[in-house]
């Protein structure tokens, strides 16, 4: 198990390098004139030189590269437009110069919605995605099931930028059934917390839980045939807690997988549902990001975003090992 | 499997018909756009509701309720430019299509010869191939997307001038290829893998096949029915995608009709003209719907084992 988990964390710090590179190769030395974005269009020509200084676009690519991942695990200090020095502490993922703010401070004040949101709309993807899929599988091929396929169907084909539109007119313009969405913190004020993110929880939930209802679905009608669960039964055990107890072990592998993909995904930001219901949190700070050409703060929230699905997907491997000792002896 | 006993199974399941047809029905709509569009007598460029008096009101809105919707215009006008509705929509569909086939083409195409070679090769190659995907599958690809296209834009494109049509569907096709070949060639990797230890690969190499027979003729004609059911459902999610980088603001810009900025239009005047955003939400809806379902019938139609 130990092997098993230095060689995953290993594979995690390589990939998380190559997007890194990536990320920054593709934003920074793309051929537009990062200095000139982010000094913004009325800059003269001596703010944008002291710009490209503090920005190191005067130094050779490769040299840029290693100050940002340097001031990842180091920090490091950087000059604002106008030159003043701002310190920005491990781990610093750059200055933007639009919001005037290290990235990780602004991606630190937005993370509270995301994380809300993230934690909610997985609630609703275990309860209606994978619950969905256990109650079909249990009942193959009776109505129940059918109901449910559909229902499920319909949650992964509408849009959230449609559906989130029509509730809101349904439910809190037109009735004032549910509070406008909006972002109370959890410490001081848990009910409104609660009030106010239902509404987003509940699309994000149901549009990602299409695919959490299939795969349970399948996954358990395969693992039902297998010879272990056949024995389980004969032993006299009752249909449900045989499926509950070892057919729902035998079938998380690729579930689990799926869900740290999903709770990766998830933190790294819901643009569109953000966009949708105006919260404030880091898929919003992206989107306008790249809507006003921030690129300091754009691979900023990629690097943020791919870190979290990096990490959660070799979680996710961790406890699969764990629970299927095929996979740690491989 | 039998290409007729594939056909046969998919002729009995009822739900799959529905969806080709309905399939069928938008991809005619696309086609014939100019032709409804002649017959009804509107363009989606003419601004009506500007240049004909008493259908908006001051503020921009239609005068009608519903949206406008009237005999002359049977799915109402724009707010504020005034444009018909219907042959925006109808004209939308061909974007979409337009995008997602030659996205999918190119998908199909990378795919396959990536995850062919992959999987068939092994060792540095394969190790090299899992690397990539893994760095691939890990970048949140709609904030990616999203800031691809202006990057690309302001390489080739001068700042005054205007990007041409035909560079916004490249930009478009390529960013949407660069992603999504990744599943397809994960997916053909796995099958070529089990694939190349099986007998009849056997007796072609101990017949003393080169390794381009074996890779063309006893390989790739065993990999197609993957290769269908995954361009399938292909299809509808890179149409919502486009859609989804529309409403975000970044995507095809006026004036070509286009689904995602329709919505994206409709979110601005939400609360007084709700219609006008009903009409492409529902539409990609139904579009949404109907490949996913055929992309579920295909799936059974070629697997017998899909547990139903």
Known sequence: ?330 | MAAVSMVDAFRRDRVGSLSLCVVAFFVLLAVTAPLIALLYGKNPTEHYGQNEPGLLSPEGLPVLPNGGISAQYWFGIEPGLGRDVLTQLLYGIRTSLLIAFASVAVVAVVGVVVGVTAGYLGGLADRTFTFVCNVLLAFPTLLLLLTLGPVIQTRFVGPDENEPAWMQFTVLVLVFSAFGWVPLAMVLRTLVRSLREREFVEAARALGASRRHIVFRELLPNVWAPVLVHITLAVPAIVTTEAALSFLGVGISEPIPDWGRMISRGSEVFYDDPTYMVFPGVSLLLFVLAFNLLGDAVRDALDPHTAR
Request: hydrophobic share 50%; net charge positive; proline share 5%.
């Open chain 1, 1 to 330: 198990m130990i092997r098993y988990l230095l060689k995953r964390v290993a594979q995690a710090v390589a990939v998380l390098l190559a997007i890194a590179a990536t990320a920054f190769g593709l934003f920074y030395a793309a051929p537009s004139d990062p200095a000139q974005i982010a000094c913004g269009p009325k800059c003269d020509s001596a703010q944008l030189a002291a710009v490209r200084t503090s920005m190191g676009l005067d130094q050779p690519v490769v040299s840029q590269f290693t100050d940002y991942v340097g001031g990842i695990v180091t920090g490091r200090t950087i000059a604002d437009v106008d030159g003043t020095p701002i310190p920005c502490p491990a781990p610093c993922l750059g200055y933007s110069y639009t919001l005037h703010q290290p990235v990780l401070a602004a991606i630190e004040d937005r993370l509270p919605v995301t994380v809300s949101l993230a934690v909610g709309a997985l609630a609703v993807i275990l309860v209606l995605g994978v619950g969905s899929g256990l109650v079909a599988a249990l009942r193959r091929g009776t109505a129940t099931d059918r109901l449910l396929s559909g229902f499920n169907l319909l949650g992964a084909s509408v849009q959230i930028y449609f559906l989130g539109y029509m509730l809101l007119l349904l439910l809190v313009y037109s009735t004032g059934l549910f509070d406008p969405p909006s972002y109370a913190s959890f410490t001081a004020q848990p009910a409104q917390w609660a009030l106010g993110l239902v509404l987003p929880w509940l699309v994000l939930g149901f549009v990602n839980a299409a695919v959490f209802a299939r795969l349970t679905r399948s996954q358990m009608l395969e693992t039902m045939h297998h010879g272990y669960v056949r024995t389980a039964r004969a032993k006299g055990l009752g249909t449900v807690r045989v499926h509950l107890k070892y057919t729902a072990r035998g079938a998380a592998g690729p579930l689990v997988q799926l869900l740290g993909l999903e709770v990766g995904a998830l933190l790294g930001g819901a643009f569109i549902t953000e966009t949708v219901f105006g919260l404030g949190g880091v898929g919003k700070l992206a989107v306008d990001a790249v809507n006003g050409n921030d690129l300091p703060t754009v691979v900023g929230t990629v690097l943020l975003a791919a870190f979290f699905v990096v990490v959660f997907v070799a979680l996710a491997d961790l406890v699969v090992a764990w629970l299927d000792p095929r996979v740690r002896l491989a």
